[in-house]
């Protein structure tokens, strides 16, 4: 429930939407009967809501902690019904488990007629697996699957069961669109970003729902620095900030806080961009990272802001301090944060350049494509290679500069 941000009533929903849609009939699953579940008083569900909970979060009833009664350790045997109905129901939730953990668009015809929590779950899998796909290689080529589970997620709002689903719904077609966005932003293609943003805020809007806000209101000031709008993207950045979540939240506002002092260092305000990246610090050890947090904000800890931190440091002058950062992000990335990897590497090359290391800062960025190696370059990361190749080209010699450009000029225009 933590991992899939879900009350008590959403599991009892999402069950017995899960029972009707398994045996044709109602079921009456309530908060009560969750509470029995998570305090052990009730350590083995009737053979329907095991079929559902399994149904609903992929999982058997034995891994989600329940144990058989008596000798019986087969946690999908009905203990009621007759064998035509066993038989029928079995393979219902069979077609249904993989509705829910493998397709992101289903069957029209296999539709409900009533949209629940079930569906809510099962596009915000969608979402976290295009998440999981873009800190392995990046975002460019996401952009068409993420628009179509925004417009699935809008086209069930109409049918939802509840003004939460609704709400939850509009907040999925957030998510959805905002990674559309990023898609491109990674892949260094910007035209029409800002009309996917634009309608990203709108969904926020909708779904009442400050957190997707500064989900988009960071995208933005992205957006605004790759286009070297810098005081737009301050603007965006301080609106961040401004957000109710990142009031309340340490987390969120040490990320809105790192942002905003990227922005500000790229638009020459260092002094105020170092008291930004102090602030991300301190807010960052007042977090609890051990708390779920929603899909686009997992990447964001430690790594995270150490890479956001080489960023400011180099660009306000102080190269060795981004140097020690980039090595403490690489120290702390975790081995799915692939790009992010990639990416940092990139940074610790330039900051061993921007020192006069040139020979290091070239092996450093020889890794970048190491890491890479078999997954095309998002554009975002090939623009940064393509200032430390301008930046190498003014500070080495020149036969040292045409032979970095030789060795990698193959993997770089063809990756």
């Not at 957000?243 to 969120?252: G, I, K, Y």
């Amino acid at each position: 429930m933590s991992e899939r941000g879900m009350s008590v009533r959403e599991l009892a929903d999402a069950v017995n939407d899960a029972v009707g849609r398994l045996t044709g009939r109602p079921a009456v699953t309530s908060e009560r009967t969750v509470y029995r579940w998570l305090s052990g008083q009730n350590r083995w569900p009737q053979a329907r809501q095991r079929l559902a909970l399994e149904a609903v979060t992929g999982l058997s009833a034995v891994r989600l902690g329940f144990v058989p009664r008596g000798k019986q350790h087969d946690p999908v045997r009905l203990e009621e019904g007759s064998d035509v109905e066993r038989r029928r129901f079995l393979g219902a939730a069979a077609s249904t488990t993989a509705a829910v953990t493998i397709s992101l668009t289903p069957n029209a015809s296999a539709r409900p007629s009533r949209v629940g929590t079930a569906d809510v779950i099962r596009l915000r899998a969608g979402i976290e697996r295009l998440v999981a796909l873009d800190d392995e290689r990046g975002g460019h080529g996401l952009e068409h699957v993420a628009l179509a589970g925004a417009a699935e997620a809008l086209g069930l709002q109409e049918r939802a069961a509840t003004q939460r689903v609704r709400q939850r719904l509009f907040a999925l077609a957030t998510d959805y669109t905002a990674q559309a966005a990023w898609s491109r932003i990674d892949a260094g293609q910007l035209d029409g970003v800002e009309a996917r943003l634009e309608r990203a805020l709108t969904l926020a809007g909708l779904a009442q729902d400050s957190e997707r806000s500064m989900q988009v209101w960071n995208l933005r000031a992205m957006l605004a620095r790759q286009r070297r709008h810098h005081h737009e993207a301050v603007a965006a950045a301080e609106a961040g900030l401004a957000t109710a979540v990142a009031r309340r939240s340490p987390v969120h506002a040490s990320l809105a806080h790192a942002r905003t002092a990227v922005c500000l260092a790229h638009s020459g305000q260092a002094r105020p961009a170092l008291r930004h990246l102090a602030r991300a610090e301190d807010k960052l050890t007042k977090a609890d990272l051990q708390q779920p947090r929603s899909s686009w904000l997992v990447f964001y800890g430690p790594a995270e802001l150490h890479s956001l931190t080489a960023i400011v440091h180099d660009v306000v002058g102080r190269p060795a301090e981004a140097e020690a950062a980039s090595h403490h992000a690489l120290a702390e990335l975790g081995p799915a944060y692939r790009r992010n990897r990639a990416h940092t590497l990139a940074r610790l090359a330039l900051a061993q350049l921007h020192q006069g290391d040139i020979e290091q800062a070239c092996t450093t960025s020889g890794e970048v494509f190491d890491v890479m190696a078999g997954t095309a370059l998002p554009g975002r990361l090939r623009l940064l290679l393509g200032d430390f190749q301008r930046d190498l080209l003014a500070r080495a010699p020149r036969p040292m500069a045409h032979e970095w450009t030789d060795r990698y000029r193959t993997q770089w225009s063809g990756s």
